[in-house]
Each structure stands twice: as C-alpha cells, then as structure tokens.
C-alpha cells in the first residue's frame, strides 16, 4: 500500500489536535563549479512537514503553481524512510524522479565486528 504524503494543513492544524511543524528558511548562493565568478545561482532552502524543499533562481518544479512557489529538488521522510524528489522538467506536474535512498542509510556496527572487512 502506498501512503499518501500529508497536506501541510493536515501536519500544522492545531485545533485536530497536531503539533505545529517547524518551518524554518535559508538562502545561499551556488558558484560555478568550473570557474567560481560567472554564472552564480541562488538558491532557497526551505524545510517543514518533513520536507527539505530546495528552490533554484530562474528553475521550478511545477509550470502550474507560481514559478518560485515549487521546489525542484525535494528531499522527504517517508515514515523514516529518506526520499529524493527531483522535477527535472518544469512542465511536468509530477516528479521526474522519485529516488528511495535506502541504499545510502548508514547502518549501526555491531559491537566487536570488525569495521574493516576487506583488510
């Protein structure tokens, strides 16, 4: 069975009894990789509602809402699970890729087994 993310009005609506969700931004200015001065990109990170949206100048994730009002990388918690939504294409409505990143969860390491495995 697939949930369903919650509505942010579903996570911060007190008066059903939930608990407020911290909603906190920052801004910070990507450089160019290859030469550091030219071609500079802000970008907006917002998180709330278990949610990690971030917001590139001049780049949005959905042509149907407000060009700046839609994320185009996405990170997510799915029931503790980690999630990586990305929107590659401004005309498409939903994301482009969906990327599960179980893969990447760093696992705790039993007491006395040997931490590396290869030597």
């Known amino acids: 069975m697939v949930k369903k993310p919650r509505s942010r009005a579903e996570l911060t609506d ?3 009894g939930i608990k407020m969700a911290r909603h906190t931004d920052c801004e910070w200015t990507l ?4 030469d550091g001065d030219e071609h500079p990109i802000r ?3 917002s998180n709330g509602c278990g949610q990690l949206g971030l917001y590139a100048e001049g780049h949005g994730g959905c042509h149907h809402i407000r060009p700046d009002a839609a994320p185009t990388v996405l990170l997510e ?14 005309h498409d409505e939903s994301p482009t890729h969906v990327i599960p990143l ?3 969860r760093i696992l ?5 087994a040997d931490r590396d495995e290869d030597t």
């Open 14 to 16: 007190e008066r059903k």
């Open 108 to 112: 705790p390491t039993p007491k006395g």
């Open 77 to 90: 918690n799915r029931d503790g699970a980690l999630y990586l939504l990305v929107w590659a294409d401004y």
């Open 102 to 104: 179980e893969g990447a």
């Open 31 to 34: 450089l160019n990789v290859y």
């Open 43 to 45: 970008v907006r990170g």
